[in-house]
């Protein structure tokens, strides 16, 4: 089921949107059926695992998300038992997130599906491909114009 794409296509803004949607579909529904999450709840359970007692405001930045898209995430985390939410030790409004063991449980229960899919992409892009691709969408992801 693919369709080929002319080598002179050029519009790259629609091609990284439309490629972006197709990983993130075909990564979710492999995420769900493995471990029960989506990507965006990978992305954060990573984050909090990676930064114990972040905040909902420093996950945000993380994620690259408005604040109030991530407090409906970790609602849905928290109601998930996937991380706990607990008072900022210093500013009284903020709260602070923590891993639970389910978060840990679905991390790992990820990880061989996430190594699949990287696996998967080395294969269509190369080992240099791959780490070339990478490089250049950290490098967007982080752009400032």
Do not use: Y
Request: aromatic fraction near 4%; charged fraction near 25%; charge should be positive.
């Amino acid at each position: 089921m693919s369709e080929a794409q002319p080598a002179s296509d050029q519009r790259l803004f629609f091609l990284l949107q439309r490629a972006a949607h197709r990983l993130r579909t075909v990564a979710d529904r492999r995420c769900l059926a493995a471990a029960g999450v989506t990507t965006a709840q990978l992305g954060a359970l990573f984050a909090v695992r990676d930064q114990p007692g972040i905040t909902q405001r420093e996950l945000a930045h993380a994620l690259g998300l408005r604040e109030s898209g991530v407090t409906a995430l970790v609602v849905r985390l928290a109601k998930a038992d996937l991380v706990a939410r607990r008072p900022h030790p210093r500013e009284h409004r903020a709260v602070v997130l923590e891993l639970t063991d389910g978060g840990a449980a679905a991390l790992r229960a990820a990880q061989p599906e996430i190594e699949r899919f990287n696996g998967e992409l080395r294969g269509l892009l190369g080992d240099q491909g791959f780490t070339r691709t990478a490089a250049a969408l950290h490098a967007l992801a982080h752009w400032e114009s």
